[in-house]
């Protein structure tokens, strides 16, 4: 976990909270839901203050919410239908399996073998079938941002090869142009696989 990106997050969770609320629900939640089995179990990681939790909560899933960062958490603690833990996406283990892995825009802030770590795991924390969504930024040098957060985007021909080693079949794909969350424009990449049968 990088301690730097996590106290930021720690100290400016309010006015995350308040951008994240104003972008209201995007396309990439709605093809996670769509393709989720209804009424299914998902996991988010990196939930932040936890907008996209309570969404697919409030459409129906269970949603269990991991962030490294406390101060996020408190915007979802003691919410009916989401249950909510302090962790270092680094310390997953698999006591769970899951109908759907949400993972959006936050696999960014690991190091590299970190994120290939975790690509590994993945499938071990998926039913058959199941959906594991990655949004993550995209480009090929780890780089700290002006608020100190630290990121490592990726390549797409990079990320089609570590999904398909690991038994992920990617259904849908798509990128923008999109902004950060100190107004610095950013290209994103949307990936939505699902664990071979
Ligand atoms: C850009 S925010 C995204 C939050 C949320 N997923 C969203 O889409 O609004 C990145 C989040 O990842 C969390 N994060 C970064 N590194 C982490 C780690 N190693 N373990 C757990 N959470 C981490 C941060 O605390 C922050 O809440």
Same mark, same amino acid.
């Given at each position: 976990?990088?301690?730097?990106?996590?106290? #930021? =997050?720690?100290?400016?969770?309010?006015? =995350?909270?308040?951008?994240?609320?104003?972008?209201?629900?995007?396309?990439?939640?709605?093809?996670?839901?769509?393709?989720?089995?209804?009424?299914?179990?998902?996991?988010?990681?990196?939930?932040?203050?936890?907008?996209?939790?309570?969404? /697919?909560?409030?459409?129906?899933?269970?949603?269990?919410?991991?962030?490294?960062? $406390? @101060?996020?958490?408190? #915007?979802?603690?003691?919410?009916?239908?989401?249950?909510? +833990? *302090?962790?270092?996406? $680094?310390?997953?283990? #698999?006591?769970?399996?899951?109908?759907?892995?949400?993972?959006?825009?936050?696999?960014?802030?690991?190091?590299?073998?970190? @994120? $290939?770590?975790?690509?590994?795991?993945?499938?071990?924390?998926?039913?058959? &079938? &199941?959906? /594991? !969504?990655?949004?993550?930024?995209?480009?090929?040098?780890? !780089?700290?941002?002006?608020?100190?957060?630290? !990121?490592?985007? *990726?390549?797409?021909?990079?990320?089609?090869?570590?999904?398909? +080693?690991?038994?992920?079949?990617?259904?849908?794909? /798509? *990128?923008?142009?999109?902004?950060? #969350?100190?107004?610095?424009?950013?290209?994103?990449?949307?990936?939505?696989? *699902?664990?071979?049968?």
């Amino acid at each position: 976990m990088d301690n730097e990106t996590i106290n #930021f =997050y720690d100290q400016n969770a309010e006015e =995350y909270s308040k951008w994240r609320s104003n972008q209201g629900a995007d396309l990439a939640q709605e093809i996670f839901l769509q393709n989720t089995i209804s009424a299914g179990n998902i996991m988010d990681l990196g939930c932040g203050t936890g907008e996209k939790s309570l969404w /697919f909560r409030d459409n129906g899933l269970t949603v269990k919410a991991v962030d490294a960062s $406390n @101060q996020m958490l408190q #915007f979802l603690k003691n919410i009916d239908g989401v249950k909510c +833990s *302090r962790m270092d996406i $680094n310390e997953l283990s #698999f006591e769970e399996n899951f109908d759907g892995i949400w993972a959006s825009f936050s696999v960014q802030h690991l190091e590299l073998h970190e @994120q $290939n770590i975790l690509f590994k795991k993945i499938p071990k924390m998926l039913k058959a &079938g &199941g959906i /594991f !969504y990655l949004g993550i930024h995209e480009g090929n040098q780890s !780089y700290r941002d002006q608020l100190g957060r630290l !990121y490592v985007p *990726r390549a797409e021909k990079d990320l089609r090869s570590i999904f398909l +080693s690991n038994n992920l079949s990617i259904f849908k794909f /798509f *990128r923008e142009q999109s902004h950060s #969350f100190d107004g610095d424009p950013i290209k994103v990449m949307h990936f939505f696989s *699902r664990l071979n049968a």
